[in-house]
């Protein structure tokens, strides 16, 4: 995981950035985080497109860089503790993206909301995005 962002209350938002890490991030929060994480990170493998002329085994040089601007920011709220508070599902290096739908659960996807909303607004903040409960949580 990679830092992101430091939320008020001693919370931290941290990227997650292999399909490890979203297993982990799906079995701590009992939710299938994974599953879209797997979903997403290959579609973005099949649009890269290696340079021309470029031997072989350099192929893929690029692929990783491509992915990590392609797919959408997989991103956890973890208390001090390391305690999983929430998951988001971001536009593509954190930017609006037309017909994108920014997800954000807690727990078993539960209401993050509820109890982390200023985590989520200091997000919102970091990444210039709006991020209401109402457009945000699927499950309203």
Known sequence: MRYVYEAP??????????????????????????????????AARET????????????????????????PLFLTLRADDGEGLATAMLPPEGRNQAGFRIVIVGPENSDPYVDHAPAIAALARHFALELKREDCFPYA
């Open 48 to 71: 890269y497109r290696a340079p021309p002329n470029v031997a072989t085994f350099e192929q893929a040089i690029g692929l990783k860089d491509h992915v990590a601007r392609t797919m």
């Open 9 to 42: 209350a001693g919370a931290t938002w941290f990227r997650l950035e292999t399909e490890a890490e979203a297993e982990a991030e799906a079995a701590l929060m009992r939710h299938a985080v994974d599953k879209y994480f797997r979903r997403h990170e290959a």
